[in-house]
T-cell receptor, first 111, second 115 residues
């Protein structure tokens, strides 16, 4: 079925440490998108991965899409307090645009 | 407007009442989506409009939920006979063309509380 699992649910790190969140789908995705939601805010688009094995970077953030297009990860190098929030992956299974969100990983960063 | 707007920002109602939630998408965006987000969860898809028509309403939980977009711009999500389990943040998003690779821009949401 169309379900995206995301782990871990929470991650507490010291500022400067790295952070990774993982998403997995049991069936092949058309593409996967990543969003960030600050406390009390709404999801804000970060990036989209479309191609098998794709890797994209945004400054300290690295996004990967698995070869089978069933899993993805977001890695943040040297976290900062501004990275605090919940990171969601959202899978797209067809061209209709419906996003299937993972449960999110809540990141807290201790200064 | 500059972004997606939603009104009201907060709505408190009593069990059994009818509510309407409004979404104003980014000007010119043909696709509009409704999601709802419960505390500690990811947004859950409800319905997707392409222009005036509902292209995918598979996420509406039951027939108490209905949404319209009569002129292809503003959309209203309508909930009849509200239940306590309907309490959540209702998010609206729009994208320029729709389709799986289009970026969705989310509004601030309407927090619905059913007492």
């Amino acid at each position: 079925g169309q379900q995206v699992m995301q782990i871990p649910q929470y991650q507490h790190v010291q500022e400067g440490e790295d952070f990774t969140t993982y998403c997995n789908s049991s069936t092949t995705l058309s593409n996967i998108q990543w969003y960030k939601q600050r406390p009390g805010g709404h999801p804000v688009f970060l990036i989209q991965l479309v191609k098998s094995g794709e890797v994209k970077k945004q400054k300290r953030l690295t996004f990967q899409f698995g070869e089978a297009k069933k899993n993805s990860s977001l890695h943040i190098t040297a976290t900062q307090t501004t990275d605090v929030g919940t990171y969601f992956c959202a899978g797209v299974y067809n061209q209709g645009g419906k996003l299937i969100f993972g449960q999110g990983t809540e990141l807290s960063v201790k200064p | 407007g500059a972004g997606v707007s939603q009104t009201p920002s907060n709505k408190v109602t009593e069990k059994g009442k009818y509510v309407e939630l409004r979404c104003d998408p980014i000007s010119g965006h043909t696709a509009l989506y409704w999601y709802r987000q419960s505390l500690g969860q990811g947004p859950e898809f409800l319905i997707y409009f392409q222009g005036t028509g509902a292209a995918d309403d598979s996420g509406l939980p039951n027939d108490r939920f209905f949404a319209v977009r009569p002129e292809g711009s503003v959309s209203t999500l309508k909930i009849q006979r509200t239940e306590r389990g309907d309490s959540a943040v209702y998010l609206c998003a729009s994208s320029s063309l729709g389709g799986g690779t289009d970026t969705q821009y989310f509004g601030p949401g309407t927090r619905l509380t059913v007492l």
